[in-house]
Nanobody, 117 residues
Framework: QVHLVESGGGLVQPGGSLRLSCAAS????????MSWVRQAPGKGLEWVSA????????SYADSVKGRFTTSRDNAKNTLYLQMNSLKLEDTAVYYC??????????WGQGTQVTVSS
């Protein structure tokens, strides 16, 4: 059974940093691309970043490019999102998602990130 468990969210001041983790189990983690997706209060889902199965290729939404870095440790079945220079508008629930085809087939429960002074 596939499980994705995010952690690392919390309250941070503007300009601060957080590192999110997503622990994966129940599938061959190293065989799948993974993504981070977020949902701000009252808004729809927004794709944040993606990383190739081997970790050698990443992509980012324009809204986070240059501030966020996604990485993975396939030996630990863990996905990461390093978030720097956080802005108020980064406040959201962050989800990791297992990529399947052009979409996602499994999601974590999400972790809340709140950027506030």
């Amino acid at each position: 059974q596939v499980h994705l468990v995010e952690s690392g969210g919390g309250l941070v001041q503007p300009g601060g940093s957080l590192r999110l983790s997503c622990a994966a189990s129940g599938f061959t983690f190293s065989s799948y691309a993974m993504s981070w997706v977020r949902q701000a209060p009252g808004k729809g889902l927004e794709w944040v970043s993606a990383i190739h199965s081997g970790g050698g290729s990443t992509s980012y939404a324009d809204s986070v490019k240059g501030r966020f870095t996604t990485s993975r440790d396939n030996a630990k079945n863990t996905l990461y999102l390093q978030m720097n220079s956080l802005k108020l508008e980064d406040t959201a629930v962050y989800y990791c998602a297992k990529t399947y085809g052009l979409g996602y087939d499994y999601w974590g429960q999400g972790t809340q990130v709140t950027v506030s002074s």
